[in-house]
């Protein structure tokens, strides 16, 4: 079946002529991904960058307005639409690269689409030394920047088991952040608690982490109590994260019975480094809403949970349109087409929820995931997403499968 997205650009291009005009370089906008600019007024500049490098890249663009219609422009950008009777909040569409995606419900004059490098690289290492300190087990994490707007990227700071292998333990850990470097051992007694922890540059160490028969110090972080999970949702769990100017490794291990975890002391660590706590809470299916405070760097400093956000949904019609059904008090919505496999094939970030969704992306998904996402500031008018990716205390999701066609 047609897509609805396909009838609307068919039948745009026959009432309205796309006004799109290539431009010199446009003035200096900063170089991330998000909103820019004053509120739409009947023109929109837009970049399409290699999120990493910032180098301006090649994209087949559509802009759609409120109604509808349907505005196109391709080659090499940047681009800039200019139609006084564009209807905001307005939808930009990227196509020609290796994952489709969107920004919907804009309301600003400039806009920066940052696409992504696809794929991730693999980490594996040797950690030696750790029954001579007590340890019944390990788990290693790679210390990796980690992204709430996409909704595959957040796991990229989750620790690994390492296996016996000899004297020591080895460990593999997929899909991370290209340049990732730094691994972080947790040593777990019998009963899972964390007893212990080893750090090292893997291109200084060759790729094995002798534990010091001195361990690093350590200190404990009280959790406090979590809210009242929202309807559907229980089994709260919570585990602290290393954090550094690099990114985030998650510290799995069990809280003792007083609500307590272990974490490294920050004195001796490079790259600006402080503490994450993180609470869950998941119900049926894959949905869970998550809290989370961070830029801790004193026991001191932990403090009330935030509230929990409700978990979002969407429904999907039969030619792949998706109306969201939006969280209270999220700022913004990021909306993943998966394949079968679990693998993100398009995207789209919603900054305002009442928009409509006219973005139907023709790729091989079986499944969406919705996320509700809080972040200080975001708006449709101005939207720094790396900025917002730092304010992030909260977001929930839920996966919605699509409708066989």
Known sequence: MTSLWYKLAALALLVVAAACIPTEPLPPLARQPGLYGDAFAGSLDIEVIDEPTGAQMSANVEVVDATGRVFTGGGNGPYRFEDAALVPPLSVHVGGIARPQAFIGIASSRVVIGVARAGGLRVSG?????????????????????????????????????????????????????????????????????????????????????????????????????????????????????????????????????????????????????????????????????????????????????????????SIDADGRVTLLPSAGATLHAIDWLAASGAVVASALVVDAAAPIYFAPAVGATAIRVRAIDAVDASASALSLRAAEHTVTRFAESTIAIPPR
């Open 126 to 314: 040797r950690v030696v030394g750790a029954e001579t300190l007590g340890a019944s087990a390990v788990v290693v994490g790679v210390v990796a920047p980690i992204s709430f707007v996409r909704t595959d990227a957040l796991g990229r700071g989750a620790p690994v088991p390492c296996v016996l292998d000899g004297d020591g333990c080895v460990f593999g850990i997929e899909d991370t952040a290209e340049g990732a470097d730094t691994v972080v051992a947790t040593l777990h007694d019998g009963a899972g608690a964390a007893i212990g922890f080893g750090i090292t540059s893997l291109s200084s160490s060759g790729g094995v982490l002798v534990l010091p028969s001195v361990p690093i110090p350590t200190l404990s972080l009280v959790l406090p109590p979590t809210p009242t999970p929202p309807p559907g949702l229980s089994a709260v769990v919570g585990v602290p994260g290393l954090a550094s100017a690099s990114g985030v490794v998650f510290l799995a291990q069990a809280a003792s019975a007083d609500s307590r975890v272990v974490v490294p002391a920050l004195s001796g660590l490079a790259g600006d480094p402080s503490w994450w706590i993180v609470a869950e809470a998941r119900g049926v299916g894959e949905a869970r809403s998550v809290i989370l405070q961070r830029g801790l760097r004193e026991p001191s400093a932990v403090g009330a949970w935030p509230a929990w956000l409700e978990v979002p949904s969407a």
